[in-house]
């Protein structure tokens, strides 16, 4: 069964920093892009960041608004755990984050459609 459930959520400054774990399980993700997407109430889902796997050739990704304040990360050497490291958080970074996964590399990456596998969701809530 596959799995993918995601940690460290909460309720931070502005200026603060959280990190967000997602522990993917039930099949082999080491050789899948892992993203990082976010929902707003109200909004829709946005693509927050991607990173390919160790031995492709993607380059890791970051929206425009998170660049220079987020850095994506993983591990793949049990299950694959995908990491998030939110610095200099803003209250516009308040939304539901969530850990996507996608079996190929290519095409609209930044698009959620295109990812197969998702968690539950992990709520950030950044006050100012």
């Known amino acids: 069964q596959v799995m993918m459930v995601e940690s460290g959520g909460g309720l931070v400054q502005a200026g603060g920093s959280l990190r967000l774990s997602c522990t993917a399980s039930?099949?082999?993700?080491?050789?899948?892009?892992m993203g990082w997407f976010r929902q707003a109430p109200g909004k829709e889902r946005e693509f927050v960041s991607y990173?390919?796997?160790?031995?492709?050739?993607?380059?890791?990704?970051y929206a425009d608004s998170v660049k220079g304040r987020f850095t994506i990360s993983r591990d793949d050497t049990k299950n694959t755990l995908l990491y998030l490291h939110m610095n200099n958080l803003k209250p516009e970074d308040t939304a539901s984050y969530y850990c996507?996964?996608?079996?190929?590399?290519?095409?609209?990456?930044?698009?959620?459609?295109?990812?197969?596998?998702w968690g539950q969701g992990t709520q950030v809530t950044v006050s100012s």
């Open positions: 039930g099949r082999t993700f080491s050789s899948y892009v």
């Open positions: 996507a996964a996608r079996a190929y590399s290519g095409g609209r990456m930044m698009d959620p459609a295109t990812y197969g596998h």
């Open positions: 990173i390919g796997w160790s031995g492709g050739t993607t380059p890791t990704t």
